[in-house]
């Protein structure tokens, strides 16, 4: 189980929104982030209710987390993160504590919080798998025959059934004319 991490930014994106998403890939997940639903309550409602999911706020180095039915229809307020996994997967209360004490840790580096959080911080960990890096090797590519020629060349081709003239100039330094 690999939790999806969608994080909800405003168009253009804020400095702490921004922040969040590099943090995402700091910890090495790979968040969406999506500009166009963070005040789409149908789309919450349709899209997301569900699946096994939460909403976080952060909010003055706190971190607070609800469900889709805790929000208003007009939205007055926003999710910033959605941590959510497929439908099937059973996450409990707990386990959504957890996480939540995981992400203010992650997120604003408590030492006090730690002194005696530390054992569900490590549960949490566990939770949070990262997806699995994939690292493939590019094929060699061709080294492309360079002519010494600074200047650029012309060449015409004459097509006489179709009186048509082609054109070709190509330029120096280039790979395509």
């Keep these: 189980m690999i939790p999806k991490i969608t994080v909800f ?9 921004d922040d969040l998403v590099k943090r995402f890939l700091e910890l090495n997940f790979a968040p969406l982030v999506d500009s166009n639903h ?3 309550f149908d789309w919450f409602v349709n899209n997301v209710k569900p699946v096994p999911h939460k909403l976080f706020s952060f909010e003055q180095q ?23 996994w497929n439908e099937g ?11 939540r004490q995981w992400l203010v840790y992650k997120f604003y580096t408590c030492y006090d919080f ?4 530390n ?9 949070m798998k990262r997806p699995d890096k994939f690292i493939a090797s590019l094929p060699e590519e061709k080294p492309i025959q360079e002519e010494n020629d600074e200047s650029y060349s ?6 006489e059934d179709k009186n048509t003239m082609l054109y070709e100039v190509k330029k120096p330094h280039t790979d395509l004319p």
């Design 119 to 127: 054992d569900d911080i490590f549960r949490a960990d566990l939770l």
């Design 9 to 17: 930014v405003s168009t253009p994106s804020t400095k702490e929104e």
């Design 89 to 99: 997967d059973v996450i409990e209360e707990e386990q959504w504590r957890w996480i």
């Design 62 to 84: 706190n971190v607070y987390f609800y469900e889709v039915d805790d929000l208003h229809a007009d939205m007055d307020f926003t999710p910033n993160v959605m941590i959510h």
């Design 114 to 117: 730690l002194d005696y959080m």
């Design 154 to 159: 012309f060449k015409t081709h004459f097509i």
């Design 38 to 40: 963070k005040k789409s």
